[in-house]
């Protein structure tokens, strides 16, 4: 038989397009790929794929074994029906890189016209061949399909050129991901087809489903399965990541993070679409300063540059023209916005991905209420504040998981406080302090830390039981009335303060009542219903509460006279100004006569000198706490100040 020297199709090529676009067919079943506009396009591109691979297989098969499965009318069917599929792959590519602008999109009606008369001449083509009846040639010991082949490689070339031509014409909207693939695969898959052109009659070797499953793969993976946004054709929050991952600790590089501030006013009326496309070229300009920079778009308003490069200058450069374009776009845009763009250098310290992120984060958190745009390069001091508050905030969670009452980094002081009517130190304030190392931290900087991260209770917890110890110790010798421990607004409103603090105290053996909670105003904020609840079972349980910090925010004297509370603490503002402007002492002056009147005990903190005590005094305080008296110190010396009860 001469049948096989003749015509035998080799069709690895086609095997390996089948497997390939089986596989990534599966994966897009089976994972979460990012539906994003284009998505249809290479979600049904592939699955035709997969057909027109199964087609132009039969169609081989039957080229290769002519004398027991040929049948004319059929193999034309065929034939047919392979063309109509590759058309409509050609459909699906052309479409996915068009659409991909967004400028395209609202062109999509001219678009689709385009691709209809560039079918109906693919089409008048087939008719052609078919009439001049050799486009296919069935010979007595085979068939010759190349020229069916070449015909529709021809087509394809022709896509792939139309293809680059819409990216070029419009690469000012385009992202440079996009083009870049566009620029690089496209040729690839041209190369691909004239060689297949070429090969088919002499080597009888088909291949051409590497032109088109390659292509809804390559956009497969590069926007859909991960890393970039479409829209922005800026990398995602998961690339960040990764290049993170790759890059920390290992050499530098500098990092800009730009927060976009919106204002919330529902009845803005936005041109979304306007909107989006003027965003969508603020990234193109920004991608455009400098090779070195790459964009992640980190969440909905928040992006990532990093910038590639050792050098100082050059990227203060950089970041200088973001800034630019940046403003470029606030003068432009129609709806008023801010940002907040902080850089800086990635020091090799960050060297895990969140200690990066918290750092940057950390930096940009103090401009989080300014009213204007804020731009900001982060300076050696910078990263020295992150990383104490990142040792204050490991400190207070190693502290609340041990929950180790005796824990020496709690170190509790007290100030005593002075009784106007008996001349005495009746009571004293507990104030805590933060030890790590031989640094001293002051609540001041831990207690807001301490509140943010849910690490209060436990402190509160562990301060509380050191002020027992003390009060138990003290009690036996002195003769003192109380001591008072500071408790946050956020803690308040928690379920079970009353049975922590209850089971804390109830340990040692005194009277309750000499333990004070100092709370503020902001308390009533929180959740006011548990608060007060709370606050109402301690009340009962024989526990007395001081109004801290009265006079700052919003001191309202109707609310205060509706919680439990028994003393007034007066702020030390509000004691400098009455000293300073006559109208503030007379409100002053009428405060304490109303709170007095309503059976408050009234108290000033902050007096510092002699004036400001005599004026104290004079204006009827019943009690008077500042560093005129004494300043805070180690609880255990604060027994000093009391009187020695008369026990031999
Ligand atoms: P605060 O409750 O208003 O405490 C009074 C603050 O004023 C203390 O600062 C005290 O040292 C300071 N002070 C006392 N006398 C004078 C004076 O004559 N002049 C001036 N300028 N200041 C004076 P400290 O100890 O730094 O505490 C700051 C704040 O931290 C406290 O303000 C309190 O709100 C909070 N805090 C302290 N310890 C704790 C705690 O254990 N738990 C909670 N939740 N907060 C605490
Ligand atoms: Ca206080
Ligand atoms: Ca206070």
């Given at each position: 038989m001469m049948t096989n020297d003749f015509i035998q199709y080799n069709y690895v090529g086609e095997f390996a397009g089948l497997i390939m676009a089986g596989l990534v067919f599966v994966h897009m079943l089976y994972s979460r790929p990012k539906k994003t506009y284009v998505y249809k396009f290479v979600f049904l591109g592939m699955a035709l794929s997969i057909f027109s691979i199964l087609v132009h297989l039969s169609i081989l098969f039957v080229a290769n074994n002519p004398d027991k499965y040929y049948n004319n009318s059929l193999f034309m069917g065929q034939l047919l029906l392979f063309l109509l599929c590759y058309d409509g792959v050609l459909y699906f590519i052309f479409s996915y890189v068009n659409m991909m602008s967004i400028?395209?999109?609202?062109?999509?009606?001219?678009?689709?016209?385009?691709?209809?008369?560039?079918?109906?001449?693919?089409?008048?083509?087939?008719?052609?061949?078919?009439?001049?009846?050799?486009?296919?040639?069935?010979?007595?010991?085979?068939?010759?399909?190349?020229?069916?082949?070449?015909?529709?490689?021809?087509?394809?070339?022709?896509?792939?050129?139309?293809?680059?031509?819409?990216?070029?014409?419009?690469?000012?909207?385009?992202?440079?991901?996009?083009?870049?693939?566009?620029?690089?695969?496209?040729?690839?898959?041209?190369?691909?087809?004239?060689?297949?052109?070429?090969?088919?009659?002499?080597?009888?070797?088909?291949?051409?489903s590497m032109t088109y499953v390659p292509v809804f793969v390559m956009g497969y993976m590069l926007f859909h399965s991960n890393p970039y946004d479409e829209v922005t054709g800026c990398q995602n929050y998961f690339a960040l990541d990764a290049y993170l991952d790759k890059h920390l600790g290992k050499r530098k590089f500098y990092i800009s993070y730009l927060s976009l501030k919106f204002p919330v006013i529902d009845k803005i009326v936005m041109d979304t679409e306007e909107l989006t496309l003027q965003g969508i070229a603020t990234c193109r300009k920004m991608e455009s300063v400098s090779s070195k920079i790459k964009m992640f778009r980190v969440s909905e308003r928040e992006f990532v540059n990093i910038i590639?490069?050792?050098?100082?200058?050059?990227?203060?450069?950089?970041?200088?023209?973001?800034?630019?374009?940046?403003?470029?776009?606030?003068?432009?845009?129609?709806?008023?916005?801010?940002?907040?763009?902080?850089?800086?250098?990635?020091?090799?310290?960050?060297?895990?991905?969140i200690r990066c992120r918290q750092y940057f984060e950390f930096v940009a958190k103090r401009f989080k209420d300014h009213n204007s745009s804020q731009f900001y390069v982060a300076t050696p001091r910078d990263y020295d504040d992150f990383m104490e508050e990142y040792e204050i905030l490991l400190t207070l969670e190693d502290i609340r998981n041990r929950l180790d009452l005796e824990d020496e980094r709690l170190m509790v002081f007290a100030q005593p406080i002075y009784s106007v009517e008996t001349g005495s130190f009746r009571s004293a304030e507990a104030l805590t302090r933060l030890k790590i190392g031989n640094k001293i931290i002051n609540p001041d900087k831990f207690i807001p830390l301490a509140e943010e991260s849910g690490t209060i209770h436990a402190i509160s917890c562990i301060v509380l039981d050191k002020v027992c110890k003390a009060i138990a110790e003290f009690e036996e010798y002195y003769d003192f009335d109380a001591i008072s421990i500071n408790v946050?607004?956020?803690?308040?409103?928690?379920?079970?303060?009353?049975?922590?603090?209850?089971?804390?105290?109830?340990?040692?053996?005194?009277?309750?009542?000499?333990?004070?909670?100092?709370?503020?105003?902001?308390?009533?904020?929180?959740?006011?219903?548990?608060?007060?609840?709370?606050?109402?079972?301690?009340?009962?349980?024989?526990?007395?509460?001081?109004?801290?910090?009265?006079?700052?925010?919003?001191?309202?004297?109707?609310?205060?006279?509706n919680i439990p509370v028994k003393t007034i603490k007066f702020d030390k503002s509000l004691l400098y100004k009455s000293l300073d402007d006559d109208r503030m002492d007379d409100i002053m002056k009428y405060m304490i006569e109303v709170f007095k009147k309503n059976g408050f005990i009234t108290l000033v903190e902050g007096v510092e000198d002699e004036s400001q005590n005599q004026y104290s005094v004079e204006r009827g305080f019943d009690y008077i706490q500042g560093y005129h008296y004494a300043k805070p110190e180690p609880i255990e010396s604060v027994k000093k100040y009391f009187t020695r009860k008369n026990k031999f």
């Open positions: 400028v395209r999109r609202s062109q999509r009606k001219e678009f689709l016209m385009m691709y209809a008369s560039l079918s109906a001449v693919y089409v008048i083509g087939v008719i052609l061949e078919i009439a001049s009846r050799n486009f296919y040639i069935l010979e007595l010991d085979g068939i010759d399909i190349s020229h069916f082949v070449r015909y529709y490689t021809g087509a394809g070339i022709v896509c792939a050129i139309v293809c680059i031509n819409a990216t070029l014409s419009n690469l000012k909207n385009v992202s440079r991901v996009i083009w870049h693939a566009v620029f690089k695969i496209t040729p690839a898959i041209m190369i691909i087809l004239i060689a297949q052109m070429l090969v088919v009659e002499r080597y009888h070797s088909v291949f051409t590639e490069t050792n050098d100082e200058e050059e990227f203060l450069k950089c970041i200088n023209s973001i800034r630019g374009i940046l403003d470029g776009t606030k003068a432009d845009i129609k709806v008023p916005f801010n940002y907040i763009l902080v850089s800086g250098e990635v020091w090799p310290e960050l060297d895990t991905i946050s607004s956020k803690e308040i409103s928690l379920e079970n303060i009353y049975s922590d603090f209850l089971e804390i105290m109830e340990k040692y053996d005194f009277d309750i009542s000499k333990i004070r909670l100092e709370i503020t105003e902001s308390a009533m904020f929180e959740d006011f219903e548990t608060a007060n609840e709370n606050m109402n079972s301690l009340s009962k349980a024989g526990i007395h509460f001081y109004l801290d910090d009265f006079g700052t925010g919003y001191s309202s004297i109707e609310r205060v006279m």
